[in-house]
């Protein structure tokens, strides 16, 4: 079984630019999740993907945005970064469906944007 | 709303003594609480979770927490601490209800010092 994967693993871009980051869920899960944490902050949820459907949305402006694939994969997109964006993005995926709520997420390892 | 309050950003303790980190939930609803673990560089591990099963869990590594609804409180606990115990922790409940069920909401964090 194999867990869930991030790429890259750290990024430096420029504010004004644009980001893409990627995420593969673990093995039979349909849900992904993306978290932002700044440095010495917990996660804060950006929005949850089920099934390829956005599933609920954090309190996030609209230049987040993401995507699921038909393998349940998901990119996250930030547009115009700002200074602020420099944080530590975290994928989690966990098995959606019933009782939603209670389901253990996995999460994997990060990807550490700066914006310069 | 459902919202965590993790008491004390830091803790140190030395080799052998007991580890208390301390957790309070807010929900108008039964939660669902975790505890995970963010070694330096890595993403979060689940340590455990409460999902309204018995109030008194236990996880991997020695640890556990107890649910006490009375006192919306759900501290993690470990006997006797190692020094592989030192990393950061975190306290989240999952949303269960509204419109993306599943969510988790954390804890700012507390950092857990072992001292030789």
């Known amino acids: 079984e194999t867990g869930v994967t991030q790429s890259p693993t750290h990024l430096i871009k420029t504010r004004g630019q644009q980001v893409t980051l990627r995420c593969s869920s673990q093995s039979g899960h349909n849900t992904v999740s993306w978290y932002q944490q700044a440095l010495g902050q917990g996660p804060q949820f950006i929005f949850q993907y089920y099934r390829e459907e956005e599933n609920g949305r954090g309190n996030f402006p609209p230049r987040f945005s993401g995507l699921q694939f038909p393998n349940y994969s998901s990119e996250l997109n930030v547009n115009a970064l700002e200074l602020d964006d420099s944080a530590l993005y975290l994928c989690?995926?966990?098995?959606?469906?019933?009782?939603?709520?209670?389901?253990?997420?996995?999460f994997g390892a990060g990807t550490r944007l700066s914006v310069l | 709303a459902q919202s965590v309050t993790q008491l004390g950003s830091h803790v140190s303790v030395s080799e052998g003594a007991l580890v208390l980190l301390r957790c309070n939930y807010s929900s108008s609803v039964p939660p669902y609480l975790f505890w995970y673990v963010q070694y330096p560089n890595q993403g979060l591990q689940l340590l455990l979770k409460?999902?309204?099963?018995?109030?008194l869990v236990k996880g991997i590594n020695g640890f556990e927490a107890e649910f006490k609804k009375s006192e919306t409180s759900f501290h993690l606990t470990k006997p006797s601490a190692h020094m592989s115990d030192a990393a950061e922790y975190f306290c989240a409940v999952s949303a269960n209800y509204g419109g993306s069920q599943g969510n988790l909401i954390f804890g700012k964090g507390t950092k857990l010092s072992v001292k030789p």
């Open positions: 409460y999902t309204s099963a018995a109030t």
């Open positions: 989690a995926s966990s098995l959606g469906g019933g009782g939603m709520a209670k389901n253990i997420q996995y």
